[in-house]
Structures are given as structure tokens and as C-alpha cells.
């Protein structure tokens, strides 16, 4: 073997770990770091019993959801700041339609406003061509007030106790109702991003919008199919909030934007569109969720979490910037 050759197959192996420890594969890296660093310093606070992990899944599983319908349309270049108050407005909708005419009428009035509210987005970023941070950043206050001036800022009680159970408040055997939505999530995600055309056409508009046009693709209808369906996720979301906490409020739901976006950007999906990833969203969620609960077992006040947080949630990214 000559000594370039030798040397070229020594180099690329290093690359490769360099590649993977450093770009690709930071989310899960931090996610193991900072659970390790948990369960030592936490250990005596119950870090790692089967209740407080079981906690943290079911605790995350609501915004891992709204992060799922968040993936595609950051993949997409587009962003939808409006998910919390969808969820919120789509909770005291079901409340209400439970109330009057039961389970299956509220179940299909909150999942209509995800349609109405995602028709409306997807109409105005995709066919009016206006910034969907603008239409959402609107949309976000139009369905917040909404919720308050419908129920005069009162919560909506939910007394079916089979919606409450299959919608958040249930189990399977020891599991949470609420883990298993957020696994069907996932898995569906995860499908449609990595192996159905629809996937592919999302972050080829993402990545190129003008050169997916001239290679057939119909970005408007892509665009507006992922603002769609990322409001119909977060109708989903806030129905299962008014299943977990037996009632439909305005407030629930407030800040999950926030939240989803900072798990599908820890994930690696590109901020610009192009790149994605479910199963990085995934762990973006749970490493937030870790997070937060790590730092409340440890004692911090609420201020002292959102600086440490912060913190994290910029060194992750930084890292995983490319």
C-alpha cells in the first residue's frame, strides 16, 4: 500500500467520527449527556425512577406532537407560530360540543378547527403569498381571542369520562394514553418525511422552491398542505389537553410554539428549510423535557430554568449549525 493511499484510509475514518460527534448526531449525543449528568447529580432525588421517566415521556408527549406537524412546515421554509392558540381554541371546542351534543361532536368540532384555521393559513401563505411568519403571528392572536371572548375566559369542564380517558387521561396497562398518541405521531411522521414522496417533495420545496417547480413539484399545494396539516395536529394537540386535564381553557397550549420549534430545531432540521428529521424532533422534545424536569428536581427557581435552558438550547445549536 503507498503511503497516500495508507493515508487517505487513515483520514476517513476520522472524518466520519468527526462527522458524527460533532454535526449529524449532536442531538442524540447532548440528549445521553445531559441524562447521564442527571442521574448522577439527581440520583437521590429519584432522576431515574420508573414514575418521574414515565413523567417526563408523558409531560413532553403533547408538544412532541405539535413538533411532528412543525417538522414539515420548518422543512418546508415556512414557520406556524399559531399551533398554541389552535390548541387552545380547538380544547374549549370540544369541551363546548361535548357539553351540547357529545363525545363524537366534540371530537369532530375541535379536529374542524384545525381545518378551517389550516385552510386559512395555508390559503394565505401558499396562493395570497404572505410571510407565514405575518399570517400565523396574526392567526396566533385572532384564535387566542377568539377562545377568551367564546367562553368569557371561563374553562369549559369535559364530564365524558371516555373521552377523557382515550384522549390524555387514560392508560394502556402502566403506559400513558398521552405516550402512545405521541408514538403514533412520531411513526407516522416519520414515514411520510423519510420514505413517502410527500416527504420528499416538502424538503425539496424547502431546499429549492424554484427549481422544485421546474421539476414538477407543486410547491403551493405543499406549502399549503403543511400549514394545514400543522394546524390540524395542534387541534389534535389541544383536544388532548382537554382530555388530560378534564376541561378546555384558552391557556392551554400558550408557549407550545415556542417549545416545538426549539425540538425541531435542536432535531437538526434546517431553520431554512431542506432538512428534517422526526426522529431528531423526538429527541429535541425529550431533551427539553429532561431538561426541565432535571432543573425542577435540582431545585431551581423558574427564572434560574429559563437561563439554564436557554443557555443549552443555544450551545446545542451552535453545535449542530452547519
Not at 428529521?277 to 424536569?293: C, D, K, P, Q, R
Request: overall charge positive; charged content about 10%; aromatic content about 6%.
Amino acid at each position: 500500500m503507498s503511503h497516500n493511499t495508507m493515508e487517505h484510509a487513515l483520514k476517513a475514518p476520522i472524518s466520519m467520527v468527526k462527522g458524527f460527534n460533532i454535526r449529524q448526531n449532536i442531538i442524540y449525543l447532548g440528549f445521553v449527556l445531559v441524562f447521564v449528568a442527571f442521574s448522577v447529580f439527581l440520583a437521590d432525588q429519584g432522576f431515574l425512577s420508573g414514575t418521574n421517566l414515565l413523567n417526563i415521556l408523558r409531560q413532553t408527549a403533547i408538544v412532541t406532537i405539535i413538533a411532528v406537524g412543525m417538522t414539515f412546515v420548518i422543512g418546508a421554509a415556512e414557520i406556524d407560530l399559531s399551533v398554541g392558540s389552535i390548541a387552545g381554541l380547538a380544547s374549549i371546542t370540544t369541551a363546548m360540543a361535548i357539553a351540547h351534543f357529545g363525545m363524537g361532536a366534540g371530537v369532530v368540532a375541535g379536529l374542524l378547527i384545525g381545518v378551517v384555521v389550516g385552510t386559512i393559513n395555508g390559503l394565505l401563505v401558499a396562493y395570497v403569498r404572505i410571510p407565514s411568519f405575518l399570517v400565523t403571528l396574526a392567526m396566533m392572536g385572532i384564535a387566542s381571542g377568539l377562545a377568551q371572548w367564546v367562553t368569557a375566559s371561563a374553562p369549559q369542564p369535559i364530564l365524558d369520562p371516555v373521552y377523557n380517558a382515550v384522549f390524555g387521561g387514560g392508560r394502556i396497562g402502566p403506559v400513558p394514553v398521552l405516550i402512545i398518541w405521541s408514538l403514533v405521531a412520531v411513526v407516522v411522521g416519520h414515514i411520510l418525511l423519510k420514505h413517502a414522496r410527500y416527504g420528499r417533495q416538502v424538503l425539496a420545496t424547502g431546499a429549492n422552491p424554484v427549481a422544485s417547480d421546474y421539476s414538477g413539484i407543486n410547491t403551493k399545494r405543499i406549502k399549503f398542505c403543511v400549514m394545514a396539516v400543522s394546524a390540524v395536529v395542534a387541534a389534535l394537540a389541544g383536544m388532548l389537553y382537554a382530555g388530560r386535564l378534564q376541561s378546555g381553557r384558552f391557556q392551554w397550549g400558550a408557549g407550545d410554539e415556542m417549545s416545538a420549534i426549539a425540538a425541531v430545531i435542536l432535531g437538526g432540521t434546517a431553520l431554512s428549510g431542506g432538512r428534517g428529521s422526526i426522529i431528531g424532533t423526538l429527541f429535541g422534545a425529550l431533551l427539553m423535557g429532561v431538561i426541565n424536569n432535571g432543573l425542577i428536581l435540582a431545585g431551581l427557581d423558574s427564572s434560574q430554568q429559563q437561563v439554564v435552558r436557554g443557555a443549552i438550547i443555544i450551545l446545542a445549536v451552535a453545535l449542530a449549525k452547519k
